[in-house]
């Protein structure tokens, strides 16, 4: 089993649309957590950090469920400029090491 | 603020010979980390360095080595290079210093074909 595992994709959607994303993380030691984006044949991007409280930036809000081992992304009011590989990422006790799941694809339609 | 930053942008080596990879971490980052991302394949870990030591290692042969400089700059090895190093190799840095210091930013990236 992968130590985290998304769904690949791709969501396609119009702008506009609400779409969201979800992620499981195997080790329940993990203790940080995060979204990256990544466009195409680019570095990934930090897009926010993810707090047990849950946290918000705009059209984008991010929930951690310990107790599931899962965190979600929400993406609202969808613009072109959102498509792009979404990136879940779990960092587990101090060991520096990002751990990353293979990506969900956005395409979001005119 | 200057970000991560990468050279050379591009690379191409043949079987068996070595590639060096360098990294300049954002200005006040003590940590730098490097992963590869193989065509098709997801990030993988490789090597941390922080204050100039080797912190962690990923799941890769001794052939993959590095340093990080008094300035925390930073330089990855791949000795006897086989074809499927071929990939690109992402620089990331943290600031350790701040509550937050396991949030990595990345550089534009290294892509490495091996002939």
């Known amino acids: 089993r992968k130590e985290v595992e998304q769904d690949p994709g791709p969501f396609n959607v119009p702008e506009g649309a609400t779409v969201a994303f979800n992620c499981t993380y195997s080790?329940?030691?993990?203790?940080?957590f995060f979204w990256y984006r990544q466009d195409c044949r680019k570095e990934p991007k930090l897009l926010m950090s993810?707090?047990?409280s849950g946290n918000e930036d705009g059209r984008f809000t991010a929930q951690l469920n310990r107790a599931s081992q899962y965190i979600s992304l929400l993406i609202r009011d969808s613009k072109l400029s959102d498509s792009a590989t979404y990136l879940c990422?779990?960092?587990?006790?101090?060991?520096?090491?990002?751990?990353f799941g293979q990506g969900t694809t956005l395409q979001v339609k005119p | 603020e200057a970000g991560v930053t990468q050279s050379p942008t591009h690379l191409i080596k043949t079987r068996g010979q070595q590639a060096t990879l360098r990294c300049s971490p954002i200005?006040?980052?003590?940590?730098v980390y490097w992963y590869q991302q193989a065509l098709g394949l997801g990030l993988q870990f490789l090597l941390w360095y922080d204050e100039g030591e080797e912190r962690n290692r990923g799941n890769f042969p001794p052939r993959f080595s590095g340093r990080q400089f008094p300035n925390y700059s930073s330089e990855l090895n791949v000795n006897a290079l086989e074809l499927e190093d071929s990939a690109l190799y992402l620089c990331?840095?943290?600031?350790?210093?701040?509550?937050?210091?396991?949030?990595?930013?990345f550089g534009p990236g290294t892509r490495l074909t091996v002939l």
């Open positions: 080790n329940s030691a993990s203790q940080s």
């Open positions: 990422v779990v960092i587990s006790g101090n060991t520096g090491k990002l751990i």
């Open positions: 200005s006040g980052h003590t940590s």
């Open positions: 993810v707090y047990s």
């Open positions: 990331a840095s943290s600031d350790r210093t701040r509550g937050s210091y396991n949030e990595q930013f």
